[in-house]
């Protein structure tokens, strides 16, 4: 008899020999998606049998996680700063190393200027993960959030209604900031990064499954932040913050371009979980 405990072993044992690192996670989230089980309604149902149409969906889904299709896509959802947003094809995954952006954001907000509620931007939202991000622990903030995708702002503005936070929360299409005015006390921005030479060496996960548009940063992986650096520049108010995601080993060359655009780099860039110099700031210092 295939049992739902059964069945999660053998799906985790599948996963690990597959050499996939997150082989017992995975198994349990996907298990849970198939039977439309929480974590406790699986240990309730552990020894009941499953049915072959229940068998029949596992299976679906594990084949999809064994060519590569990340557990996110698979759900079509993610967790991010304690916050469940949806996924669209148009929209990166959001990844820890991202909530780096977030604390950064809001230590260097409460280091400046104090009185009206913030105006935040996010240049480049995608699922509007950084900017809801901050919504929440900001109740007094608004934000606006622009992308080049139609796709990409719809599933930000599902996102912003579902978690509560759409009075708050508006979106544009246009290229990074080159449509918004200001002035904005922070700015924010996750934008592509990667080498487009590296991108052909990416992990299964990322290369077959993130957009594109949404990872290539051009030769050198800084072409977005010689575009939005200096549009940001231009809309700060005196004493605002820009803090940006980067890669690795681009910490200096972003702080120059930050820098060149009249802006005050903000000390040591926060790293990742890796040590990873991973969110980028600075202050447009008032005259």
Not at 203 to 212: G, K, T
């Amino acid at each position: 008899m295939n049992t739902v405990e059964a069945a999660r072993r053998a799906l985790a044992t599948r996963f690990q020999s597959a050499g996939i690192d997150s082989a017992e996670l995975d198994a349990r989230l996907l298990l849970g998606h198939a039977l439309n089980l929480d974590l406790t309604g699986m240990i309730a149902a552990a020894n009941r049998a499953l049915t072959m149409d229940e068998s029949n969906r596992i299976e679906t889904l594990a084949s999809r996680r064994l060519t590569g299709e990340p557990v996110a896509r698979i759900l079509g959802q993610k967790e991010f700063w304690g916050l469940r947003l949806e996924l669209s094809p148009a929209t990166l995954v959001p990844r820890p190393d991202t909530e780096t952006v977030v604390e950064l954001a809001l230590q260097m907000l409460r280091e400046g200027p104090a009185g009206k509620p913030p105006r935040i931007a996010d240049l480049g939202t995608g699922t509007a993960a950084i900017l809801l991000a901050l919504l929440s622990e900001l109740p007094e903030a608004t934000g606006i959030g622009t992308d080049i995708s139609d796709e990409a702002l719809e599933t930000a503005t599902a996102n912003a209604a579902r978690l509560g936070l759409a009075p708050r929360a508006s979106f544009i299409r246009c290229d990074y900031a080159s449509a918004l005015t200001g002035p904005y006390d922070l700015i924010v921005s996750n934008p592509p990064y990667i080498r487009s030479s590296d991108i052909a060496g990416l992990a299964v996960e990322v290369r077959e499954h993130d957009p594109l548009a949404a990872l290539d940063g051009g030769p050198d992986g800084l072409d977005a932040y010689r575009a939005l650096i200096p549009q940001a520049a231009r809309i700060l108010a005196p004493g605002a913050a820009l803090v940006v995601e980067a890669g690795q080993g681009q910490a200096a060359q972003i702080e120059a371009l930050m820098t060149a655009a009249g802006l005050t780099p903000h000390g040591a860039p926060r790293a990742d979980l890796a040590g990873i110099p991973r969110a980028i700031g600075a202050r447009k210092m008032p005259r």
